[in-house]
């Protein structure tokens, strides 16, 4: 590992802003993560309403939307601790109080938020696992989790350069007849109103430097017992073994 990532997560450490918790730890149970259905009361110290961004990479994202609403609490997750330093750095030197981020893998988020605790979750650019399902974080798999933590009739947003991803989520969301808020296969070409959809990440610019079309859509993630996931065949992307620019 290099000097300049030891040094961020030693960084890391000191920031009131970001939360790691070891792995084993947290699959043992014991004891219980302190925040668990009291990110409101004991970090925020406030009622307002919770946004998550899973994968949040450096957290451009979740600090464009802190700044964006203040009203509102948001809080970027992600495994990579190297890359989350720059958003909480950021972030703490903004004196921006309704943010926060969280080291973990998503798979383990139920040890982290309570019932109902969570409003809504962003996806920005996730990796669109196309050769494993259960990794998709739109798959059925993800949304047996979700529905965990969010809120009754809480929303999801994804935002991808993948076609792959966004056929897959949009046949999934007609599979288990969720209702569609939004939806574009060319957010730039679109009507879709909403200042949040304006934010553009480093690796967002380079995708449309590159001619992609950027698709988004929006969904209420209902409470489900039974899932189905959808059974079609989708054309894989053919243009992610490129280096990025």
Same mark, same amino acid.
């Given at each position: 590992m290099s000097k300049n990532k030891l040094a961020k997560f030693a960084e890391m450490k000191t920031f009131e802003n970001v939360f790691q918790v070891p792995a084993q730890s947290i699959r043992a149970g014991n004891p219980v993560f302190h925040l668990k259905g009291q990110w409101k009361a004991d970090f925020f110290g406030n009622d307002n309403p919770i946004t998550l961004e899973l994968g949040c990479g450096r957290g451009e994202?979740? !600090?464009?939307?802190?700044?964006m609403f203040p009203e509102r609490n948001f809080i970027g997750i992600d495994i990579k601790g190297a890359r989350m330093w720059t958003g909480a750095?950021?972030? +703490? %030197?903004?004196?921006? %109080?309704? !943010?926060?981020? +969280?080291?973990?893998?998503?798979?383990?988020?139920?040890?982290?938020?309570?019932?109902?605790? !969570?409003?809504?979750?962003?996806?920005t650019f996730p990796d669109p696992q196309m050769k494993k399902h259960t990794k998709r974080l739109t798959s059925?798999?993800?949304m047996r989790l979700y529905q965990q933590?969010? %809120?009754?009739?809480?929303?999801?947003h994804l935002k991808t350069d993948s076609n792959f991803m966004f056929t897959y989520t949009t046949e999934m969301i007609k599979a288990n007849n969720y209702c569609t808020i939004s939806y574009t296969d060319n957010l730039y070409a679109s009507a879709i109103e909403n200042p949040i959809l304006k934010i553009q990440t480093y690796y967002e610019q380079q995708w449309l430097l590159r001619g992609m079309t950027i698709k988004y859509l929006c969904f209420k993630v209902e409470k489900r017992e039974n899932f189905v996931e959808p059974d079609i065949e989708i054309e894989k992307d053919n243009y992610r073994s490129k280096s990025r620019l």
């Amino acid at each position: 590992m290099s000097k300049n990532k030891l040094a961020k997560f030693a960084e890391m450490k000191t920031f009131e802003n970001v939360f790691q918790v070891p792995a084993q730890s947290i699959r043992a149970g014991n004891p219980v993560f302190h925040l668990k259905g009291q990110w409101k009361a004991d970090f925020f110290g406030n009622d307002n309403p919770i946004t998550l961004e899973l994968g949040c990479g450096r957290g451009e994202y979740t !600090v464009e939307m802190a700044q964006m609403f203040p009203e509102r609490n948001f809080i970027g997750i992600d495994i990579k601790g190297a890359r989350m330093w720059t958003g909480a750095r950021q972030s +703490l %030197k903004m004196g921006l %109080k309704n !943010v926060a981020f +969280l080291r973990t893998d998503i798979e383990m988020l139920a040890h982290f938020f309570g019932n109902s605790e !969570v409003d809504e979750i962003w996806l920005t650019f996730p990796d669109p696992q196309m050769k494993k399902h259960t990794k998709r974080l739109t798959s059925t798999n993800f949304m047996r989790l979700y529905q965990q933590f969010l %809120k009754p009739d809480g929303l999801l947003h994804l935002k991808t350069d993948s076609n792959f991803m966004f056929t897959y989520t949009t046949e999934m969301i007609k599979a288990n007849n969720y209702c569609t808020i939004s939806y574009t296969d060319n957010l730039y070409a679109s009507a879709i109103e909403n200042p949040i959809l304006k934010i553009q990440t480093y690796y967002e610019q380079q995708w449309l430097l590159r001619g992609m079309t950027i698709k988004y859509l929006c969904f209420k993630v209902e409470k489900r017992e039974n899932f189905v996931e959808p059974d079609i065949e989708i054309e894989k992307d053919n243009y992610r073994s490129k280096s990025r620019l």
